[in-house]
């Protein structure tokens, strides 16, 4: 089981943050350079309890799917998503939030097994901890910038 423990001070209230975090449309912003594709069973442009995210991206000469549901959503200090289907042995994301006198600090933590395929299994260890620390750390700096500055309103109103 691999883990990802990734900490965020950003200069913004708790509620901002929260919505900026679980918006499809920054999450499709946080991609957009990549080879990763987000599908949504969503109506709305936040993903709320219940609802799920399917990603598809093409690693290790391989086309990978997962899609995790948010099981668990307390506004605004937390939500888990857990995968329902997909490619890895098991996968939870844990996104909490707490208020500071300056802000708000995001905390991701991860956990995870490799994919269930051997060349995915083998891998996995080198890549796939590096890579979800990378699109972490990207979609976290994407929020912070929309979150300190007016672009928010563009996406949440």
């Given at each position: 089981?691999?883990?990802?423990?990734?900490?965020?001070?950003?200069?913004?209230?708790?509620?901002?943050?929260?919505?900026?975090?679980?918006?499809?449309?920054?999450?499709?912003?946080?991609?957009?350079?990549?080879?990763?594709?987000?599908?949504?069973?969503?109506?709305?442009?936040?993903?709320?309890?219940?609802?799920?995210?399917?990603?598809?991206?093409?690693?290790?000469?391989?086309?990978?799917?997962?899609?995790?549901?948010?099981?668990?959503?307390?506004?605004?200090?937390?939500?888990?998503?857990?995968?329902?289907?997909?490619?890895?042995?098991s996968y939870s994301h844990e996104h909490h939030f707490k208020k500071t006198e300056n802000g708000t600090i995001m905390i991701d933590m991860v956990e995870f097994e490799g994919p269930r395929d051997i060349i995915g299994s083998i891998a996995a260890p080198m890549f796939l901890k590096k890579y979800l620390e990378a699109f972490l750390h990207k979609k976290n700096e994407l929020i912070r910038n929309y979150a300190e500055s007016d672009k928010w309103r563009a996406i949440i109103g």
């Open positions: 089981m691999s883990k990802i423990h990734i900490t965020t001070f950003i200069n913004a209230p708790i509620e901002r943050v929260f919505d900026l975090s679980r918006n499809i449309t920054l999450l499709k912003k946080a991609i957009a350079a990549g080879k990763e594709q987000i599908l949504s069973d969503t109506s709305s442009v936040l993903i709320g309890k219940g609802e799920s995210i399917t990603w598809k991206a093409k690693h290790l000469g391989k086309l990978r799917m997962l899609t995790t549901r948010v099981i668990e959503m307390e506004k605004p200090g937390m939500y888990q998503e857990l995968q329902v289907k997909g490619d890895l042995k």
